[in-house]
């Protein structure tokens, strides 16, 4: 069976693996660790909150309309 692909070991480059990002620099501990994070967005938030509360009551006007409630 072929790949359709190209993704078989006879085509990959091993140059691109997990270890040659983690020799480039570009690995885990990469010094993140030290950020700090910025202020809580109440009013995003909130907006999320409403969202997710008019979903719950369009999901309830639903089940009453068609009988399930």
Do not use: Q
Not at 14 to 37: F, Q, R, T
Not at 56 to 68: H, Q, S
């Amino acid at each position: 069976m072929s790949d359709p692909h190209g993704t078989s070991s006879a085509t990959h480059d091993p140059g691109h693996g997990v270890a040659a990002h983690a020799d480039a620099g570009h690995g885990p501990e990469d010094g993140h660790a030290g950020e700090v994070l910025g202020p809580i967005d109440i009013v995003m938030w909130g907006v999320g909150l409403l969202g997710v509360s008019l979903g719950l009551l369009v999901a309830l006007c639903t089940a009453f309309a068609v009988g399930v409630l």
